[in-house]
């Protein structure tokens, strides 16, 4: 079963990058990486949740308020800033002259996993995770991927 669990958790903490980024794209999202911190990344991960939260399947399970949607954009928008301006510049210049305006993205879906990843790894979230061990049949998974 935990191995439901860790293809639940991969599931969800990461989305899978365009198979045709390159060198460069990988490059500037090693930069990004390299050039955060795990405050950093709990910035973004929390500006991402707080984003999450105005789905309207989401909306009413979240106490956020507008002060703290403002603070949480105003925060990554200043890491966005230090990480393209200063800490990646040359490698996100590099990226684009590459690969074009339309890979920018690249590097900050690398910086996301590892950020979502960071996130999964804490205790509470993954207990939580796990939780969903005692509501699946596990006669029924079995039987599903058994080979035959």
């Known amino acids: ?3 439901i669990c860790i293809a639940v ?3 969800v903490a990461a989305h899978a990058l365009p198979a045709w980024a390159g060198p460069t794209a990988d490059t500037a999202g090693t930069c990004l990486t390299d ?3 795990g405050k950093d990344r709990k ?5 991402v949740y707080l ?3 105005k789905h309207p399947e989401l909306r009413a399970l979240s106490s956020a308020t507008s002060a703290d949607h403002d603070a949480s954009t105003r925060d990554v928008a200043a890491l966005f800033q230090r990480l393209v301006v200063v800490d990646c510049r040359d490698e996100i ?3 684009i002259a590459a690969e074009g305006s339309g890979s920018m993205g ?10 979502m990843l960071e996130l999964m790894g804490n205790p509470d979230v ?3 995770i796990a939780r969903i061990d005692r509501f699946i049949d596990k006669t029924k998974v079995d039987a599903a991927v058994r080979a035959d």
């Open 1 to 3: 079963m935990k191995l």
């Open 126 to 128: 993954a207990a939580e």
């Open 106 to 115: 690249l590097p900050f879906e690398v910086l996301g996993r590892v950020a």
């Open 9 to 11: 958790s991969i599931a």
């Open 43 to 47: 910035i973004l991960t929390r500006w």
């Open 93 to 95: 210049k590099a990226m």
């Open 51 to 53: 984003a999450m939260s």
């Open 35 to 37: 050039n955060t911190t």
